[in-house]
């Protein structure tokens, strides 16, 4: 992106077409209507507004950008879309510090501006106004984009709060080995022993994970652990057993999922004590369908279901832990209007064993491995579902086994959409793949989990089960 604008007190002297002028007129947030977002010459201080109507102006300029670079309209940038939302430009967005606004303030006596803060951040200062903002890489079609159509209707594919479960009685699952191809035996087996090396080595990438998340990405973690006793070696992945659904995701009552589990170790994951601390949040309904097990039918979580959130899509990779029928009562129990099925091998021709491996579903981006998916009716179904609603990286299958498919959009702690990946993952994706999800993204946070993932045969996105 080219340059905002100058110094205020250099506006005066330049063609009132480039002075990018954002007119606040009050507190309100009725202030951000179609009408207010216009360019106008700001009064220099001392000098009274004329016709100008609005009580606060402020100046938006980039403070980073050299002199004489090239000036841009201010509707590429910024663009109301209705009261209290505005569309920001993804480079303005996602790379706020140089993208300031001086605040101006008119004196009712004489009727002249005064400068009052200078180079706010923008990012802040519509959030101080309660601006509801989406980040969009085209603001001019701005209302196209699916964040856009998100947040005038309340709904949110991420969210900022997840639930994680330490690995501290970590090893490797020979029950769960049998259909997935992404795990490998360790050289100490199955040992949890709390003193051996593969679950210090686990802990301390864990640790690290951790540490990028809440620090660096600013997402709210609330932290379990678990121990021999609960016979569990892979609770480290929590999304598998359940799922939370806001109320503006189902269209009626917010939800509380727990799943049938392929194997009894995992089964066991479904620990009292957690569900009763999810249940204090509030969810309305409580819908379990853990009693399928019985039934030897399965649906593991959003392993098996990678739900769009904000449009109702539900995609599900079928597989020995995901029962097409199960993924169908899902759908109707929580209002979802469409389910995209298919089957989708590795490199080695075996089935893939969870949906969320091979795809995963942003607010305005998806990645997915659609190579794996051999039918060719169920591939174009699926790349035209997801085509429809976001920007489609497609990802080889050598790029799935190191798991690019496993990555999940979060909310950071400035209410941006972030990706969360492993360096296994990251170092994967091309360097033009990384810039297209960027276009969409605030940041990509990653940590290297090289053990979980090799020996627990899940990444990151398994790692986090989100909080709605």
């Known amino acids: 992106m080219g340059r905002l604008g100058n110094a205020a007190s250099e506006h005066t002297a330049r063609c009132p077409s480039l002075h990018l002028v954002l007119s606040l007129l009050g507190l309100q947030t009725s202030c951000l209507t179609t009408t207010c977002w216009h360019q106008q010459p700001l009064p220099s201080s001392g000098r009274s507004a004329g016709s100008s109507k609005s009580s606060r102006i402020g100046v938006i300029r980039d403070a980073f950008t050299p002199f004489n670079a090239r000036e841009y309209p201010l509707h590429t940038t910024i663009a109301s879309l209705g009261e209290g939302q505005a569309a920001v430009h993804s480079a303005a967005a996602f790379n706020p510090q140089g993208i300031v606004v001086d605040e101006y303030v008119q004196d009712k006596a004489n009727g002249v501006y005064r400068l009052t803060n200078v180079a706010t951040d923008l990012l802040r200062l519509l959030q101080r106004e309660n601006i509801k903002v989406c980040a969009v890489p085209d603001v001019a079609a701005a209302s196209k984009q ?16 997840v639930l994680m479960i330490a690995p501290t009685a970590f090893g490797f699952n020979d029950q769960t080995a049998q259909d997935n191809s992404f795990m490998h035996a360790s050289r100490e087996g199955g040992s949890t022993d709390a003193g051996s090396d593969i679950t210090q080595h686990v802990l301390r990438e864990f640790s690290g994970l951790y540490r990028e998340l ?20 892979d609770a480290v992945f929590p999304n598998n057993w359940f799922s939370t659904h806001p109320a503006s ?17 995992r089964a066991a994951e479904r620990r009292e004590d957690i569900i009763a601390c999810i249940q204090q949040r509030g969810y309305s309904n409580m819908f379990d369908m853990s009693s399928s097990e019985a039934s030897n039918k399965y649906l593991e979580g959003t392993g098996a279901l990678v739900p769009d959130r904000i449009n109702g899509i539900v995609y599900v ?36 064993y969870h949906t969320n491996v091979m795809l995963c579903v942003g607010t305005d981006v998806a ?9 060719d009716k169920e591939r174009q179904r699926l790349l035209s579902s997801l085509g429809s609603h976001q920007t489609v990286v497609q990802i080889t299958s050598d790029q799935m086994d190191a798991l690019c498919g496993n990555v999940l959009e979060l909310e950071d702690g400035k209410g941006l959409p972030i990706l969360a990946m492993s360096t296994q993952a990251y170092n994967a994706f091309t360097e033009d793949q990384r810039k297209t999800m960027l276009k969409h993204v605030a940041a990509i946070h990653h940590a290297p989990i090289d053990t979980i993932e090799h020996v627990g045969g899940g990444g990151v996105r398994c790692s986090l089960a989100e909080l709605f």
């Not at 809440?214 to 070696?233: D, M």
């Not at 269209?251 to 509380?256: F, R, T, V, W």
């Open 146 to 161: 699916n964040s856009a159509k998100a947040m005038q209707r309340g709904a949110r594919q991420c969210t900022n709060e």
């Open 214 to 233: 809440t620090e660096s990405a600013g997402i709210q973690v609330n932290l379990f652990q678990h121990t021999l006793s609960h016979g569990t070696p």
């Open 249 to 265: 995701e189902t269209g009626q009552k917010s939800a509380m999922v727990l799943y049938p589990m392929k194997t009894k170790n």
């Open 317 to 352: 990779n079928l597989s020995e832990r995901a029962d097409e029928r199960l993924a169908q009562q899902w759908a109707d129990q929580l209002g979802y209007k469409d389910v995209v099925t298919f089957r989708t091998f590795d490199k080695r021709s075996k089935a893939v």
């Open 367 to 375: 990645i997915v491995c659609a190579d794996g998916v051999k039918d």
